[in-house]
């Protein structure tokens, strides 16, 4: 889980915390990770750092922030360890521009109230964060309402938080059916390695095998590795012989590598199960319009290889 929320260090977040000189920094969420010791759980807390100045420069906040608990016998750097703070907190940032960053505590599991402060030196301005990993997996027993949730921030666009969500799932039950949604927000994202990785694990939970296939087909489209992308999408096809999407990425796959003869082939196959393909590029806006998702590089193909098929295409 470890090297996923890495990825995450770089998006997102919302409530204010609190600011000092020049820099603003907010709080939006955090992930409970497991920790190789049994009695101790990690905590990914998510940062938005904004540059409130007149001047660019580099926020040294995230230095002096600690996590301090209610319970006497726990003490920060003894007990409550800094497990990770992200490089990206020590980015220029431009006046009126934020960048996005994340600081990982490793604590005991029955630490409670938990609250996020700046040192005294520094000001020793604080904020309650959460009441602590026993008292919130004791409240949280349900990983449906977090996949709920990760599924209505799929569909309004929110990719982060639908992965929180999903992961939050995953705390509550490791068995939670998470993967394929995982794969898609990472796609969606542009991370293509996590994408491919999740879809890969969804194939033991029992997803459509010429979904994923063909979701991993893209997703090394996006990667230029065209012929592994071409495995895939022939194996949705094994799977799902009308599969009209893996035969576009087929199509895509094979113009790429400059083989149009196949590129046309399976453009014109797609095109008689799909009947608004015969339309060129205005069938292919309509599919998406109904919900198909192609990025900026696989449309300008596609434009091409409809101009090759003597379909309508697009002077970009």
């Given at each position: 889980m470890k090297k996923v929320l890495l990825s995450i260090l770089f998006m997102f977040l919302s409530q204010t915390v609190f600011s000092q000189a020049e820099f603003k920094i907010k709080i939006d969420d955090y992930l409970w990770i497991k920790s190789d010791n049994k009695t101790k759980i990690k905590i990914l807390i998510f940062i938005k750092i904004k540059n409130i100045g007149n001047r660019m420069?580099?926020?040294?906040?995230?230095d002096y922030l600690y996590l301090d608990c209610t319970n006497s016998n726990y003490k920060y750097g003894r007990d409550i360890i800094?497990?990770?703070?992200s490089d990206n907190?020590?980015?220029?940032?431009f006046p009126k521009d934020s960048i996005y960053s994340s600081i990982t505590f490793e604590l005991p599991k029955n630490a409670e109230n938990l609250t996020l402060k700046f040192t005294q030196e520094n000001g020793g301005a604080q904020k309650y964060l959460n009441e602590g990993f026993d008292k919130w997996i004791k409240n949280n027993k349900d990983e449906k309402v977090f996949i709920n949730k990760a599924d209505k921030y799929f569909n309004s666009g929110d990719y982060v938080n639908c992965i929180i969500n999903c992961h939050k799932a995953l705390i509550i039950n490791s068995n939670s059916k998470v993967s394929f949604q995982l794969g898609n927000a990472w796609l969606m994202i542009g991370n293509y390695d996590y994408?491919?990785?999740?879809y890969n694990n969804s194939l033991d939970e029992g997803t459509?095998?010429?979904l994923v296939y063909n979701n991993i087909g893209y997703a090394y489209i996006e990667k230029e590795y065209y012929k592994t992308a071409i495995e895939n999408f022939l194996k949705a096809i094994k799977y799902d012989s009308k599969h009209f999407d893996a035969m576009i990425g087929l199509s895509i796959s094979y113009f790429q590598i400059y083989d149009v003869i196949n590129a046309k082939y399976y453009y014109n196959n797609a095109a008689e199960i799909e009947n608004k393909l015969y339309k060129g590029m205005d069938g292919l806006y309509e599919l998406i319009g109904k919900g198909y998702f192609y990025t900026e590089k696989q449309?300008?193909?596609?434009?091409?290889?409809?101009k090759y098929c003597g379909y309508i295409y697009y002077k970009f």
């Amino acid at each position: 889980m470890k090297k996923v929320l890495l990825s995450i260090l770089f998006m997102f977040l919302s409530q204010t915390v609190f600011s000092q000189a020049e820099f603003k920094i907010k709080i939006d969420d955090y992930l409970w990770i497991k920790s190789d010791n049994k009695t101790k759980i990690k905590i990914l807390i998510f940062i938005k750092i904004k540059n409130i100045g007149n001047r660019m420069g580099i926020c040294t906040d995230m230095d002096y922030l600690y996590l301090d608990c209610t319970n006497s016998n726990y003490k920060y750097g003894r007990d409550i360890i800094l497990s990770e703070l992200s490089d990206n907190s020590k980015k220029n940032i431009f006046p009126k521009d934020s960048i996005y960053s994340s600081i990982t505590f490793e604590l005991p599991k029955n630490a409670e109230n938990l609250t996020l402060k700046f040192t005294q030196e520094n000001g020793g301005a604080q904020k309650y964060l959460n009441e602590g990993f026993d008292k919130w997996i004791k409240n949280n027993k349900d990983e449906k309402v977090f996949i709920n949730k990760a599924d209505k921030y799929f569909n309004s666009g929110d990719y982060v938080n639908c992965i929180i969500n999903c992961h939050k799932a995953l705390i509550i039950n490791s068995n939670s059916k998470v993967s394929f949604q995982l794969g898609n927000a990472w796609l969606m994202i542009g991370n293509y390695d996590y994408a491919i990785e999740y879809y890969n694990n969804s194939l033991d939970e029992g997803t459509d095998k010429s979904l994923v296939y063909n979701n991993i087909g893209y997703a090394y489209i996006e990667k230029e590795y065209y012929k592994t992308a071409i495995e895939n999408f022939l194996k949705a096809i094994k799977y799902d012989s009308k599969h009209f999407d893996a035969m576009i990425g087929l199509s895509i796959s094979y113009f790429q590598i400059y083989d149009v003869i196949n590129a046309k082939y399976y453009y014109n196959n797609a095109a008689e199960i799909e009947n608004k393909l015969y339309k060129g590029m205005d069938g292919l806006y309509e599919l998406i319009g109904k919900g198909y998702f192609y990025t900026e590089k696989q449309i300008i193909v596609i434009n091409n290889i409809c101009k090759y098929c003597g379909y309508i295409y697009y002077k970009f």
